[in-house]
């Protein structure tokens, strides 16, 4: 599975942006798409997953302000961002996992830099 991410870059604190990831290729299902990111200095960690039948998970630093969605006839994934924070500054990676399999697919990341 191939992923092409979108949508990064710079944003004012308190600001908004969308990404956006199309998988393709052999895409199954069920599968799990959605976004980890990795700040400098630090270890990639989960921002939010959606699953095929559109069960989100988040991760608690961006509840509430973070909004994943899917459109599962196009096998693209969208990350919604509000308020966002300097804490939010990283390379922002798209994922695709086969839930029942061990397909799985890492996009080139896109950077996301929250700076007035």
């Known amino acids: 599975v191939q992923l092409q991410a979108s949508g990064g870059g710079l944003v004012q604190p308190g600001g908004s942006l969308r990404l956006s990831c199309v998988a393709s290729g052999r895409v199954f299902s069920p599968n799990s798409m959605g976004w980890y990111r990795q700040a400098p200095g630090k270890q990639r960690e989960l921002v939010a997953t959606i699953t095929s039948q559109s069960i989100p998970n988040y991760a608690d630093s961006v509840k509430g302000r973070f909004t994943i969605s899917r459109d599962g006839a196009q096998n693209t994934v969208y990350l919604q961002m509000s308020s966002l924070k300097p804490e939010d500054t990283a390379i922002y990676y798209c994922?695709?996992?086969?839930?029942?399999?061990?397909?799985?697919?890492w996009g080139r990341g896109t950077q996301l830099t929250v700076s007035s």
């Open positions: 994922t695709y996992r086969y839930l029942l399999g061990t397909n799985n697919s």
